[in-house]
């Protein structure tokens, strides 16, 4: 069975891009992965540059895009509380935001440092 999150970014101008990603969402797969190797704004950005994901590794990233050809699906948001609106939440979402990476289990509403 998979575990959802979702990887979020905020940008320099407030907005929010997000892309989905199916396995090994909770803190211990994705969520070590992020810190241990996407933990800039550039790598995080390049991380979600090629929209969903099914899976990360490490550094290897399996994105529907570049591994199945499927189009960029990448979720943007005018500001952090039309993210926080949107509903799109999974069972763990990561944000990353001022250098860091937070996460909110179950919900977009409270995001704590990870």
């Avoid at 992020?34 to 933990?39: D, E, M, Q």
């Avoid at 935001?97 to 509403?109: G, M, Q, T, Y």
Wanted: include cysteine; charged fraction near 25%; proline fraction near 1%.
């Amino acid at each position: 069975m998979s575990t959802n999150s979702t990887i979020s970014v905020i940008q320099k101008n407030g907005s929010v891009k997000s892309v989905y990603c199916h396995w090994d969402g909770y803190t211990e797969g994705v969520g070590k992965d992020l810190i241990n190797h996407f933990n800039t704004e550039r790598l995080a950005n390049k991380l979600i540059s090629e929209g969903s994901i099914s899976s990360i590794d490490k550094s290897y990233v399996d994105s529907y895009h570049s591994k199945r050809g499927e189009d960029i699906e990448i979720m943007q948001y005018s500001s952090l509380e039309r993210f926080k609106q949107s509903g799109e939440s999974q069972q763990f979402n990561y944000l990353f935001k001022d250098n860091e990476w937070l996460v909110a289990p179950e919900s977009l509403r409270e995001f704590e440092t990870y």
